[in-house]
């Protein structure tokens, strides 16, 4: 009877160890498995995070790229305007002092270039051209051994180029000279469109202060005092009329500014 009860006694023994290990054994494999767990969404989220990283810098870098691009373009942009707006902005001068001067313009893509001669040769009858056109012939005025000898003083030549309402580019050449005054309006084929002398027959109107050239040019804007009025006497009434180019053709626009000018002769 003994036996049979310290049988029994170590059967549920070995029973109790036998669950208490598949207890352990799945706690253990559960502790693992939940471990695995925790490591794999760990390594998910750093991946999910380093991808996150490498998008974000991706689409900075993206960015970045296109704003320099962008800055790029703009700078190439500014550049070019200024290259352009200088030409267009400022007026410039030729002068000759005994020598052949000359200067490369262009106008809408063609180059062409405007020529002042010294003005010293006594045969010599076209002081300025730009490309093969002759722009105008200054006279020469007075008496003595210098005005026979050919020797005339040249005015300094002042050009600009502007844009038409047309959008195109024109060139603009005029002088100031004493009583003399002329105003050339000129396109990309080297034709003159415009022609605004002052002369009379053999008289000169001119500003009541011959030192004020009687071409004013504001940006893209030309003004020119046309005489309307002159006389044999020593007075003159002269407008400031705007000049507005489109399709090589100048139209005249009155501004009802009308000053008092003088009058010269021929001597």
Known sequence: MDSKDNSKVFQ???????????????????IKSME???????D???NDNYQKENENQSEETEEQNSTEKQNENQSEETEEQNSTGKQNSEVNS??????KESVEISLNGKNNTLTLLDGTTTNERSYLTFGNTNLMILKRYGTGPAYEAGIF????IKYKVVIGKDNKEYLIVYYDFIFEHALLVINDSTKIIGKYFNENGCGFATLEDIEKTMTIIEN??????????????NSSKLELTKLEIENDT??????NTVVTGKMAQCT
Do not use: F, H, R, W
Request: some cysteine.
């Open 220 to 233: 893209d804007d030309i003004y020119y005092y046309k005489p309307i009025e002159t006389s044999d006497g």
């Open 250 to 255: 100048i139209k005249e626009v009155k501004t």
């Open 153 to 156: 003083p040249m005015p300094i």
């Open 44 to 46: 998910k989220k750093i």
């Open 94 to 99: 030729l002068e000759s002092k005994g020598t």
């Open 36 to 42: 695995k767990s925790n490591n794999n969404q760990v």
């Open 12 to 30: 549920i023994i070995i029973a109790v160890l036998l669950v208490l290990a598949g207890v352990c054994i799945g706690y253990i494999v559960g």
